[in-house]
């Protein structure tokens, strides 16, 4: 072969190739071509907006579902401390009846894996919700903005903490909560608790009277990063009432 039809043996391959880029960029507009989507950040290799159409139709792309599913080791810190439930952002601690929730929104590109904020023996496991609203209503600031909001709520109990419960919370359209726990059982901080499928929010419930160390915008990590110190003496009632 000589020089000339190596030359034009490269062009067509050349043209080829830019046909097939063109003709890939068309077939997934207006989201990312496959030829690039290696070189993409999750956030951007999955869009938003792909992601949704993918949870409405129920046909979700395996690539992306293997990236979901991801569950990787955490590094659980020593100590009497409570630790995130999920991954997310803290984008509200309210207080209300005594009781102060700290909500946590997850995105489509977070870990889904929940573990348990404390040791101790979980005491209830309960489904609230049904195909069109929560029993609740919209009384509870995470619930406000949802629509048909299906839930599961683990509570615990603990030698060191009151009233500590963990709410996984979704929406009817991708409504599935596995949680890998049951009542009775001994569970210790930062074990696996369960999964919420394409869920959106994670609720840790705690006494009002516990001093939290999260605060509202930080980024936190299921299992590691530290929401509460528990201290020596808790003022409860008026009376000082050892909680270690």
């Given amino acids: 072969m000589n020089r000339k039809s ?3 043996l490269l ?3 050349i043209v080829a190739a830019c046909m097939f880029a063109m003709i890939d960029w068309a077939r997934n507009f207006p989201y990312p071509s496959a030829l690039i989507k290696p070189f993409l950040d999750p956030f951007h290799r999955w869009p938003t907006e792909q992601v949704r159409e993918w949870v409405m139709s ?6 992306f579902l293997s990236f979901f599913y991801r569950d990787p ?11 995130s439930p999920a ?23 977070d870990v889904h894996v929940q573990r348990h904020p404390v040791s101790g023996v979980v005491t209830e496991i309960s489904s609230l919700g049904d195909k069109l609203m929560d029993g609740e209503g919209r009384n509870l600031v995470f619930l406000r903005e949802k629509h048909a909001p299906v839930q599961k709520r683990i509570c615990y109990e603990t030698d060191v903490w009151d009233d500590v419960c963990v709410r996984l919370i979704t929406s009817y359209l991708a409504r599935r909560i596995e949680v890998w726990s049951k009542v009775g059982d001994h569970v210790v901080k930062g074990q696996r608790l369960g999964r919420i499928l394409l869920g959106s929010t994670v609720v ?29 003496r808790e003022e409860q009632g008026g009376q000082a009432v050892n909680v270690q």
């Fill in 58 to 63: 129920g046909n979700i792309d395996p690539e």
């Fill in 204 to 232: 840790l419930e705690v006494n009002e009277r516990i001093p939290m160390t999260a605060r509202v915008g930080e980024r936190v990590i299921a299992g590691e990063t530290i929401m509460a110190e528990a201290p020596d």
């Fill in 87 to 109: 991954d997310g952002r803290v984008i509200d601690i309210t207080v209300k009846d005594g009781v102060r929730y700290v909500v946590i929104a997850l995105t489509f590109w």
């Fill in 11 to 13: 062009q067509a391959v």
């Fill in 73 to 83: 080791e955490r590094s659980i810190p020593e100590g009497e401390n409570m630790v």
């Fill in 6 to 8: 190596i030359e034009r």
